[in-house]
């Protein structure tokens, strides 16, 4: 079975500083792997995925992630936080032909 | 264009009634999910239409749900005699077909409460 495990629940930067949010997963095979946000009262916007290719991927509104094959993670970094980033974030795994699984979930809180 | 449209978006019920919930995936989009989203607990898959293949019904929580997609396109999800336990955020995506790892488009989602 896959899984996907965010470890913080909540995530707290002042803005224009550097953020990460952690992801690892587990799945058979090779990973497929995306970065997911969600502000209040929407529905999830996608950020960026992982096929295949570079490890370091950039995505949408300046956000990017790294995929470390030996630690099973796949981790969302911005260099210089903004408010505006406030939001939930999810990471989702999945192996070959199998649905997505994501994870529980990361609040982001940006302080001015 | 259009993005993946839900109805309604709130919907609040007894304990007991059946509700339908309703998805209108983006077009050209053969690929439609739907997922529950409970607080602290993330998204749950619930079933998956690819074309029109059998739908993958793995994630359904009971046999007092199920989902019908009509044309390949528009999907309704039914919970019949619902619980206080269905209370949540029910969620569809579409995409292009999915074994191409296309990413998925959601929808803003139908808050049911069953009280």
């Known amino acids: 079975a896959q899984s996907v495990a965010q470890p913080e629940d909540q995530v707290n930067v002042a803005e224009g500083n550097p953020l990460t949010v952690k992801c690892t997963y587990s799945v058979s095979g090779n990973p497929y792997l995306f970065w997911y946000v969600q502000y209040p009262n929407r529905g999830l916007q996608f950020l960026l995925k992982y096929i295949t290719g570079d490890n370091l991927v950039k995505g949408s509104y300046g956000f990017e992630a790294e995929f470390n094959k030996s630690q099973t993670s796949f981790h969302l970094k911005k260099p210089s936080a903004l408010v505006s980033d406030s939001a939930l974030y999810f990471c989702?795994?999945?192996?070959?032909?199998?649905?997505?699984?994501f994870g529980k979930g990361t609040m982001l809180l940006v302080s001015p | 264009g259009a993005g993946v449209s839900q109805s309604p978006s709130n919907k609040v019920t007894e304990k007991g009634k059946d509700v339908e919930l309703r998805c209108d995936p983006i077009?050209?989009?053969?690929?439609l999910y739907w997922y529950r989203q409970s607080l602290g607990q993330g998204l749950e898959f619930l079933i998956y239409f690819q074309g029109n293949s059998a739908p993958d019904k793995s994630g359904l929580p009971s046999d007092r749900f199920s989902a019908e997609r009509t044309g390949g396109s528009v999907s309704t999800l039914t919970i019949q005699r619902t619980q206080q336990e269905d209370s949540a955020v029910y969620l569809c995506?579409?995409?292009?077909?999915?074994?191409?790892?296309?990413?998925?488009?959601f929808g803003p989602g139908t808050r049911l409460t069953v009280l």
């Open positions: 989702a795994v999945k192996g070959g032909y199998s649905t997505l699984t």
């Open positions: 995506a579409s995409s292009f077909r999915d074994r191409d790892n296309n990413e998925q488009f």
């Open positions: 077009s050209g989009h053969t690929a």
